[in-house]
C-alpha cells in the first residue's frame, strides 16, 4: 500500500522553528521528486517546496524562500521540511506529497500563533 504519513507539526510563537517528517512506503522513495504543499483555512492548496529524487535541486515558494529547508533521507524513506522564522500566515496544514501525482499524505496542522 502506498503511503505517506507526516509528523512534526505543532503550535508554535511567531519567530519559532518546527521540523516535519514525511514517511513514506509502498513506492520507491529515492527515485521519486518529493513536495510539500499547504492548505491555510479557507484557502487552496499552496505549493511549498519540491526536491529532486536525488536531493540536488530544490525550490520553494516566494512565501518561504530563505526560511524553509526541504531535504529527505532516501535511506529512511524520509522526506522533511525545516520551518524558520514562522509567521502567522503559515499556519496551515503541511502535507507532503509524490511530486507531480495526486499522492499525498493525511496531513500535520502548523499554528503559529502567539
Known amino acids: 500500500e502506498v503511503q505517506l504519513v507526516e509528523s512534526g507539526g505543532g503550535l508554535v510563537q511567531p519567530g519559532g522553528s518546527l521540523r516535519l517528517s514525511c514517511a513514506a512506503s509502498?513506492?520507491?522513495?529515492?527515485?521519486?521528486?518529493m513536495s510539500w504543499v499547504r492548505q491555510a483555512p479557507g484557502k487552496g492548496l499552496e505549493w511549498v517546496s519540491t526536491?529532486?529524487?536525488?536531493?540536488?535541486?530544490?525550490t520553494y515558494a516566494d512565501a518561504v524562500k530563505s526560511r524553509f529547508t526541504i531535504s529527505r533521507d532516501n535511506a529512511k524513506n524520509t522526506l522533511y521540511l525545516e520551518m524558520n522564522s514562522l509567521r502567522p500566515e503559515d499556519t496551515a496544514v503541511y502535507y507532503c506529497?509524490?511530486?507531480?501525482?495526486?499522492?499525498r499524505g493525511q496531513g500535520t496542522q502548523v499554528t503559529v500563533s502567539s
Open positions: 526536491i529532486s529524487f536525488g536531493g540536488g535541486s530544490r
Open positions: 509502498g513506492f520507491t522513495f529515492k527515485n521519486a521528486a
Open positions: 506529497s509524490r511530486a507531480n501525482t495526486a499522492l
